[in-house]
């Protein structure tokens, strides 16, 4: 089944630890967002691909900072996680910019 | 004001009743609309879709679009306990690319 897949599912981490997270879709769609999810909020968009073109949100912290080599891996690159940035990370991919998007089961991130 | 708006809820429902969801947004170009359920701990699943105004129905879950006054709906009929969840509104705002997403309406169905 087409499907989109993150790994790992959970990740630890320590305060200041550079982290990676990583996601890959079977569904060849054009489009994969990155989103930040804190308990009882919406999903917070972070950066999104169209193709190869990175599309960074104006409030995106520095320290984070993504990548797609090819059109089905994407990574999110934590550089020096805070207590904040504890949440759950998702992944999302469209066929199109404002098509349905279609999520992975998210990686939950608990830094120490 | 927020682009996209629910009820927080949490919204309770008998089992077999209908439970209702609501959703307000500002910018009246928007174009197509999503509920997406959460369950706790897990990522948002897309539910339906609707572009058009009126209703479209799937299954149990009935979702109403107005245009003109910028509200669309979720109706789920005969609510098990097993719709108990976290419904997202997203909204996808005129010239933009991305979603804006409501904080959710959390959903229990009791038995």
């Known amino acids: 089944d087409a499907m989109v897949i993150q790994n790992p599912r959970y990740q630890v981490t320590q305060f200041g630890k550079p982290v990676t997270l990583s996601c890959s879709q079977t569904?060849?769609?054009?489009?994969m967002y990155w989103y930040q999810q804190k308990s009882s909020q919406a999903p917070k968009l972070l950066f999104h691909y169209y193709d190869k073109d990175f599309n960074n949100e104006a409030d995106t912290p520095d320290n984070f900072q993504s990548r797609r080599p090819n059109t089905s891996f994407c990574f999110l690159d934590i550089r020096s996680p805070g207590l904040g940035d504890a949440a759950m990370y998702l992944c999302?991919?469209?066929?199109?910019?404002?098509?349905?998007?279609?999520f992975g089961p998210g990686t939950r991130l608990t830094v120490l | 004001q927020k682009e996209v708006e629910q009820n927080s809820g949490p919204l309770s429902v008998p089992e077999g009743a209908i439970a209702s969801l609501n959703c307000t947004y500002s910018d009246r170009g928007s174009q197509s609309f999503f509920w997406y359920r959460q369950y706790s701990g897990k990522s948002p699943e897309l539910i339906m879709f609707?572009?058009?105004?009126g209703d479209k129905e799937d299954g149990r879950f009935t979702a109403q679009l107005n245009k003109a006054s910028q509200y669309v709906s979720l109706l789920i009929r005969d609510s098990q306990p097993s719709d108990s969840a976290t419904y997202l509104c997203a909204v996808n705002l005129s010239n933009d690319y991305k979603l804006s997403f409501g904080a959710g309406t959390t959903v229990t169905v009791r038995a």
């Open positions: 999302a991919t469209s066929r199109e910019s404002a098509d349905t998007q279609y």
């Open positions: 569904l060849n769609h054009n489009v």
């Open positions: 609707i572009y058009s105004n």
